[in-house]
Structures are given as C-alpha cells and as structure tokens.
C-alpha cells in the first residue's frame, strides 16, 4: 500500500518562498511508469495541478505556475519536494500530493486522461502577514 504524506509550515509571508515535501511510503519514487504531482485546492475552488516529477526525474509544470515553481526528489529519503517563489494571498490552499501513472503518446509525456491511483491527505497553507 502506497503512502503519501504531505508537511509543511502552514503560515508563510508574502513575497516569501513555500517550501512542502511529501514523503512516501510502500514504494519507490523511480518505480517505473508513475509520476508525482502536487495539486492544490483553494477554499471554495476547484483542483489546480501545479506540476509533476516523472519517474526518470523529468518535471513538468503548470504553465501558470512554472515560472515560480519547483518541484525535485530526495531519493535518499524518498521524497518529493515542491517550492514556490513570491507567494501571495493567492497561494492560499490545501496542497497534496498523487501518484499518477505516466503515460507517453509519441513519446511525449500524456497527461490527458490522468488517473491518480494515490493521494495524501493534504496540508494547509496560509499565505498571510
């Protein structure tokens, strides 16, 4: 059974840096055919996927997102970290982590009909002064 557990500081500045980690549990972050992404849901909002670190360390990201965005992993301790630069009241939300299977269509990663098999249970983050 696959697990996922997101952390973070729960109150972060404005103009500061967030930095969330997901630490997994009952497999492998290089496990062939399955990518890591973070989503987050503002309150009253729909899921908003930020981006995604696939199984052979490629990351994609939200074009809304990406230049403010990374997501990397700690293999040593089987991690997937996300950070996001010049937060604002914006960035409010519950972020979380899923494993989704990668799919390739011409070899290019496909995620038009992303199935997410895992998810965490969230964490809460406030962007306020």
């Known amino acids: 059974q696959v697990q996922l557990q997101e952390s973070g500081p729960g109150l972060v500045k404005p103009s500061q840096t967030l930095s969330l980690t997901c630490a997994i549990s009952?497999?492998?972050?290089?496990?062939?055919?399955?990518?890591w992404s973070w989503i987050r849901q503002p309150l009253g909002k729909g899921l908003e996927w930020m981006g995604a670190?696939?199984?052979?360390?490629?990351?994609l990201y939200s074009p809304s997102l990406k230049s403010r965005s990374s997501i990397f992993w700690e293999l040593s301790k089987n991690q997937v970290s996300l950070q996001l630069t010049s937060v604002t009241p914006d960035d409010t939300a519950v972020y979380y982590c899923?494993?989704?299977?990668?799919?390739?269509?011409?070899?290019?990663?496909?995620?038009?009909?992303?199935?997410?098999?895992?998810w965490g249970q969230g964490t809460q983050v406030t962007v306020s002064s």
């Open positions: 009952g497999g492998s972050i290089t496990s062939e055919f399955y990518a």
């Open positions: 899923a494993r989704e299977a990668a799919v390739f269509t011409s070899g290019t990663y496909d995620r038009r009909d992303v199935v997410y098999d895992y």
């Open positions: 670190i696939i199984y052979d360390g490629t990351t």
